[in-house]
Nanobody
Framework: QVQLVESGGGLVQAGGSLRLSCAAS????????VAWFRQSSGKEREFVVV????????NYAESTQGRFTISRDNAKNTVYLQMNGLKPEDTAVYYC?????????????????WGQGTQVTVSS
């Protein structure tokens, strides 16, 4: 099992940047693909980006490609989400999630472990 804790959310003006972190417990972190999802008020939780366990495979949602960058440091059991060029529509609670399923998955039901979420608010 793995436990996930997100941090780094906050309030930022449009065009600004934030870096989210997802810290994981457990000794086999590199065997987990980790994804970021987000959920804004009144909407379904949506996929943002995923990184494979070894960091070699990535998959971005079209809405974030070119602005968001995911990375991981398996020695620190941490995944990062660098968000640049933030827009008001990026406002949401951001969740990290982990799965041991093979491949880079984008569906919520494919993830077995979730963090508690961190709020990102982008003002116009």
């Amino acid at each position: 099992q793995v436990q996930l804790v997100e941090s780094g959310g906050g309030l930022v003006q449009a065009g600004g940047s934030l870096r989210l972190s997802c810290a994981a417990s457990g000794r086999t972190f590199s065997s987990y693909a980790v994804a970021w999802f987000r959920q804004s008020s009144g909407k379904e939780r949506e996929f943002v980006v995923v990184i494979s366990g070894n960091g070699r495979s990535l998959n971005y949602a079209e809405s974030t490609q070119g602005r968001f960058t995911i990375s991981r440091d398996n020695a620190k059991n941490t995944v990062y989400l660098q968000m640049n060029g933030l827009k008001p529509e990026d406002t949401a609670v951001y969740y990290c999630a982990a799965t041991q399923r093979v491949g880079v998955r984008i569906e919520r039901h494919e993830y077995d472990y979730w963090g508690q979420g961190t709020q990102v608010t982008v003002s116009s």
